[in-house]
């Protein structure tokens, strides 16, 4: 198929060419004639799979005829409106409305939270057929009577699962309320979560459902790494990873803001030329950043799934997954941002024991097993603890006496030097003798306990976590064995 015979307006296929593509891609070459007969779409479809020219070229193709070279705003009402969660997301779809509307004569517009509101009224007065916004600030411009979605024919909602996920749902049944002539819908998700069925069955109209296979499930070019560490030295191994693989370019992807910033710093601070970009950085910042990632300048990116979502940023021959990602299918995206075009690209995870829940979803959503394979000199520890719980109890058993007759016959002291009727008399006294020196004995000090790593007492020993054997077992501490006195 090419795009001659999708139906797209000469205009449209003009910068369509420009760009180079020779063929549309699988969701496009299904959801462009679809949307041009008018029927409401439930398209799932990921960033990479050209979901964003799939809907903007049909939808261009259809508002051609409302293209107009007059001054007057009236002129120039808002025909479509395409909500994404992030200001990233906004900025893409934006670049690729602007790209591909080029010969159209419409005109388009962005706006979104985190930069100034009053600057992005004049644009929005002089009129716009097509607004490109994230819900929130759409709303505090429509409050302002800067926006009016009166005349908007086509409402597209891109990435709709995250905009539920940030708590935008009240604000889009709002905006589905508030575009009266709405003619058409079109919602893009990752995901068909309850919420989204729920939405699409009260403002759609009998939706034709699109979907295209789920990016990288099986992408065997992509080489996941997964290593074990504790999370204290998650920082450490991926400076590095960084080092030893070499890595040209990488974005790290961290859980929470606050993660993705002391990660950034933290690597900064290491010499690494290292930019973030999450929800805490204002617009400016975030756009510089990624700016200056995409032109190759900036090494590392850290980055939050949120600010990431959908970015295209892709080709990359690492990613690397500081912490795993609560949703498995944040996991495929994030992997899927490497290893493209045949390339080979390398996913590394840096798993801690508390991740085995997310580690274990990934692993059933991904059907096969992914191996924690230590990095040497990182490793949190081995099985042994096994047998040094085990014989932790007996030397307990035997401080409190009750194997110690031989040794105290003998003369014999424990291991802390003790004679046995001294642990006795100090374990009556002290009640469970924590911490309790033997009178005139010298026992080691908590911290010079912690520091040779031998716990006192059997409740001292870590739990032995109820969860999948394999990572379980990869994270006890390694315990070494106590000096004999
Ligand atoms: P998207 O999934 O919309 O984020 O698009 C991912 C990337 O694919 C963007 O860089 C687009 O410019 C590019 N792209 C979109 N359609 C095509 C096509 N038909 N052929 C080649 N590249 C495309």
Redesign the pocket.
């Known amino acids: 198929m090419t795009f001659a015979t999708l139906g797209l307006a000469p205009e449209v296929q003009k910068a369509v060419a420009e760009?180079g593509?020779?063929?549309?891609?699988a969701i496009?070459s299904q959801a462009i004639p679809v949307i041009l007969t008018g029927q409401d779409v439930l398209g799932a479809a990921q960033?990479?799979?050209?979901?964003?020219?799939a809907f903007t070229l049909p939808i261009l193709t259809k508002i051609i005829r409302h293209a107009s070279t007059s001054v007057s705003p009236a002129r120039h009402p808002i025909r479509v409106l395409i909500l994404a969660p992030t200001r990233e997301l906004v900025d893409q779809v934006y670049d690729?409305v602007a790209t591909y509307s080029k010969y159209t004569g419409l005109r388009s517009h962005v706006v979104y939270g985190g930069v100034d509101l009053k600057a992005q009224i004049p644009a929005l007065r002089a009129g716009v057929e097509v607004l490109v916004a994230t819900p929130g600030r759409l709303l505090d411009h429509i409050g302002q009577k800067n926006i009016n979605l009166s005349q908007v024919e086509i409402l597209v909602l891109d990435e709709a699962d995250r905009m539920l996920d940030m708590g935008f749902i009240l604000d889009i049944r709002e905006i589905f309320k508030l575009c009266t002539n709405r003619k058409q819908t079109l919602l893009f998700s990752a995901t068909f979560a309850p919420e989204i069925v729920k939405l699409s069955n009260e403002f759609m109209n009998n939706p034709v459902k699109i979907e295209v296979a789920r990016q990288n499930s099986a992408n065997e070019s992509v080489k996941q790494e997964l290593h074990p560490v504790e999370t204290g030295r998650k920082r450490a191994l991926l400076a590095h990873l960084i080092r030893v693989h070499d890595m040209g370019q990488v974005i790290v992807f961290c859980r929470t803001k606050i993660g993705a910033e002391q990660v950034s710093r933290e690597l900064k601070r290491a010499g690494f030329n290292c930019e973030a970009i999450h929800g805490d950085r204002d617009q400016k910042a975030r756009t510089e950043a990624l700016n200056k990632f995409k032109a190759g300048e900036t090494k590392v990116l850290v980055a939050t799934d949120v600010a990431a979502r959908?970015l295209?940023v892709t080709d990359l021959p690492f990613v690397v997954n500081f912490e795993l990602p609560t949703n498995p299918e944040d996991y495929v995206h994030r992997i899927g941002r490497t290893g493209r075009a045949g390339a080979t690209g390398i996913a590394i995870s840096l798993v801690a024991p508390e991740e085995d829940k997310a580690y274990n979803g990934i692993k059933a959503l991904l059907k096969r097993d992914l191996p924690l394979i230590p990095v040497p000199g990182f490793s949190p520890g081995t099985i042994q603890i096994v047998d040094e719980r085990e014989s932790s109890r007996e030397r307990f058993a035997s401080d409190r006496g009750e194997r110690g007759a031989g040794r105290a016959a003998r003369g014999e002291r424990d291991r802390f030097g003790r004679r046995d009727s001294q642990v006795r008399d100090a374990h009556v006294r002290d009640g469970g003798m924590r911490d309790s020196a033997p009178a005139g004995e010298r026992m080691p000090s908590r911290a010079a306990r912690d520091a040779m790593d031998i716990p006192a007492f059997p409740s001292d020993l870590p739990k032995l976590p109820k969860r999948g054997p394999q990572i379980a077992a990869l994270f006890l501490p390694k315990r070494t064995a106590p000096p004999q006195a």
Do not use: L, V
């Open positions: 760009q593509y020779e063929n549309p891609t496009q960033t990479g799979t050209g979901k964003t020219a690729n959908g295209d």
